[in-house]
């Protein structure tokens, strides 16, 4: 049961079921889109797994990225169960859980690949995949009615930095065995040919470090992008650079790999960023977070000059070292032009290959199906369009059509060697998260709240005496992002005069019925506003009664 992470990049949760017993693979979050106001990001329904949750083994996980662990904190919450990740990863999910209060009664168990592990009547090997981040495995899941791949995200990279390439041998083996069903990373469905390398970066690096000159070294990638953060500090070493980290997420995990041996760097090398402005700009290479024009990120604020340890200005030459997340192109372009502005050199063009994706295209997914040989093959991880250019890819290297299944968050996929069905449905949906509040935002707040940002709120108010009906205060109008109010004093004198007409026609009787006179009130005020101005605020009336 995908219960996220179908039709959509991000919050990637699937359970699943054999004998009575359930494990789940991964539990992430997505980040809310422009019209979900106030919302700071969307987490899984869990409504099925609180359900279920005396007989769910534990969650595996694939890997440390947010749209893989972020969802974990509010899971256990909920329900507590054991963790099964690698050591970096749980690394990342510690950090993440120390937040929440939650690592003392959580058990983690560490994982490697190779080493198979039971949970319930599954048997779990994981399968070392090459991706943005290290410590990432695909998942080869055993039980009574077949074997299930799923790949996690991953690319195939024969040269990648560290960890070796991505484990075929072991896929080929499954593959020889007979895979009942592949579940595999749809992202770069779209893009033929191979997945560059991460060397690639490396060189390119090289030749901008050097391009340079007496500038100042700013760097924007991703937190997680510990690969990068190494050839980083290897490029400024060899230059006789310093390093310094900037972001709370780039600070924590790089302390964090540092400290589990994932990055490795001469002691004198890295220096606070309180110390940067002892050193010469040409002595300095900073490594920061906001390649994706996050408003709050460490590279937005220098672009806005509001960071509180750098200004940037013409000394400083700039990478944004991403390339951007679908929906994030205008955040990164005004970030750019903001440090354009303050007379910085930036590098974002992708001409200059800082950035290769995590993800494989057309060729390793051919490359996977073809080692795997899966009964049948579900994609994962994508927006439709990915999941389907995913499915023609499989059919393109022999799978029948009748075994593809693009799947929809919820569905209840059953598998067997007899074939492949879909059951009754299970709840599954986004959970928005504001601040403490976890699914107190629905539809109908949203709703309010975007009405209220298209065309602003209207209070009226007004003071009736209980006994006769009687209006002894107001009515007031008060406007909020509606129309500048000293402008338009005309238009909320008569708007005033329309709620002293619909009151005055009313009798005794029905003013004490407020639910009536609100309603009224609502349809007087909102019908005249329109006429006037072609705008229908939202209409609030509030009355008193004495």
Do not use: W
């Not at 200005?313 to 005004?334: H, L, R, Y």
């Not at 599954?428 to 403490?436: Q, S």
Request: net charge negative.
């Amino acid at each position: 049961m995908p219960l996220g992470g179908l039709g959509e990049v991000g919050k990637n949760i699937t359970l699943y079921e054999c004998q009575g017993d359930m494990i789940l693979v991964d539990c992430g979050i997505v980040f809310p889109d422009s019209d979900m106001f106030g919302v700071d990001l969307v987490i899984p329904d869990f409504t099925y797994v609180v359900q279920n949750k005396d007989r769910i083994k534990g969650v595996v996980i694939t890997h440390g990225h947010e749209d893989h662990i972020g969802g974990l904190p509010y899971l256990l919450k909920e329900v507590n169960l054991p963790i099964y990740a690698t050591r970096l990863t749980i690394g990342l999910i510690t950090n993440k859980l120390e937040e929440h209060g939650l690592v003392r009664s959580t058990k983690m168990v560490e994982i490697a690949p190779h080493q198979k592990f039971k949970l319930g009547c599954f048997t779990v090997e994981p399968i070392h995949v090459n991706h943005s981040i290290p410590d990432a495995v695909a998942l080869a899941i055993t039980c009574p009615a077949g074997t299930i791949i799923q790949t996690g995200d991953f690319k195939i990279d024969y040269t990648p930095i560290s960890g070796g390439p991505t484990d075929l041998v072991t896929i080929a083996e499954y593959g020889e065995h007979g895979v009942l069903a592949l579940l595999s990373d749809s992202t770069n469905a779209e893009r033929p040919g191979f997945t560059a390398t991460e060397q690639k970066v490396g060189a390119s690096m090289e030749a901008l470090f050097s391009r340079a000159g007496k500038k100042r070294i700013i760097i924007a990638t991703f937190a997680s992008n510990l690969y990068r953060v190494q050839q980083l500090i290897d490029l400024a070493v060899k230059a006789g650079r310093k390093v310094a980290v900037s972001g709370r997420s780039m600070v924590n995990n790089t302390q964090m790999a540092l400290e589990l041996g994932y990055l490795h760097a001469p002691e004198t090398v890295l220096i606070d960023i309180e110390d940067i402005n002892k050193y010469p700009p040409e002595k300095i290479v900073l490594i920061t977070t906001g390649s994706q024009g996050e408003p709050l990120s460490a590279l937005s604020r220098m672009a806005a000059a509001s960071h509180r340890n750098v200004r940037v200005g013409e000394g400083d030459f700039i990478i944004i070292s991403a390339n951007p997340i679908p929906g994030n192109e205008k955040m990164v372009t005004k970030v750019v032009n903001g440090l354009l502005k303050l007379g910085a050199e930036v590098i974002y063009e992708s001409m200059y290959d800082v950035h290769v994706s995590g993800h494989a295209c057309q060729e390793e997914q051919k490359l996977m199906l073809t080692l795997a040989k899966p009964q049948f093959f579900l994609p994962v991880h994508g927006e439709y369009k990915h999941l389907k250019k995913h499915a023609q890819t499989a059919a393109a290297v022999g799978i029948p059509e009748k075994n593809i299944y693009i799947g929809e968050n919820g569905d209840c996929v059953v598998l067997s060697a007899d074939g492949l069905t879909v059951g009754e449905p299970v709840p599954a949906g986004a959970v928005m998260v504001d601040g403490l509040g976890v699914g107190d935002v629905g539809n109908v707040v949203l709703r309010d709240r975007r009405h209220l940002s298209e065309d602003g709120l209207v209070i009226v108010v007004a003071t009736i005496d209980a006994r006769t009906g009687e209006v002894l205060a107001g009515p007031d109008l008060v406007s909020r992002g509606f129309v500048y109010v000293r402008e338009s004093e005309k238009l909320l004198d008569d708007a005033r005069d329309q709620v002293r007409d619909v009151l005055g026609r009313m009798s005794a009787a029905d003013k004490r019925d407020f639910g009536s006179v609100k309603t009224r009130i609502r349809e007087t005020v909102s019908a005249f506003l329109y006429r006037k101005t072609k705008r229908s605020p939202m209409i609030l009336p509030i009355l008193m009664e004495v």
